[in-house]
Nanobody
């Protein structure tokens, strides 16, 4: 079992930045492909970004490409999502996830471990 703790959400204005973090206490995050998803109540959980185990490959949803950056801090055992130029449509519960797959999956069902989520609210 992998326990993920995500944090860093908040309420911001359109155009502001925000940085999310995810840690896995007691487990090296380099053991897993790691991703961020987001979910709005009543809608499907949506892929945001994924990074490979060693951090050499990333993939982004088209809606965030160029604004969001996913990264790892191996020394701190932390996954991060730097979000710039936030828009009201980015408002959602953001969840980090871990997978043993190596092919940068973008489907929620390919992820075995999930954080509880951190709320991001962007007002115009």
């Amino acid at each position: 079992q992998v326990y993920l703790v995500d944090s860093g959400g908040g309420s911001v204005q359109s155009g502001d930045p925000l940085r999310l973090s995810c840690v896995a206490p007691g487990r090296p995050v380099t053991n897993y492909g790691m991703a961020w998803f987001r979910q709005v109540e009543g809608k499907e959980r949506e892929f945001v970004a994924v990074i490979s185990k060693n951090g050499d490959r990333t993939k982004y949803a088209e809606s965030v490409n160029g604004r969001f950056t996913i990264s790892r801090d191996i020394a701190a055992n932390t996954l991060s999502l730097q979000m710039n130029d936030l828009k009201p449509e980015d408002t959602a519960l953001y969840l980090c996830a871990a997978t043993v797959r190596l092919d940068l999956p973008t489907v929620r069902y390919d992820y075995s471990y999930w954080g509880r989520g951190t709320q991001v609210t962007v007002s115009s």
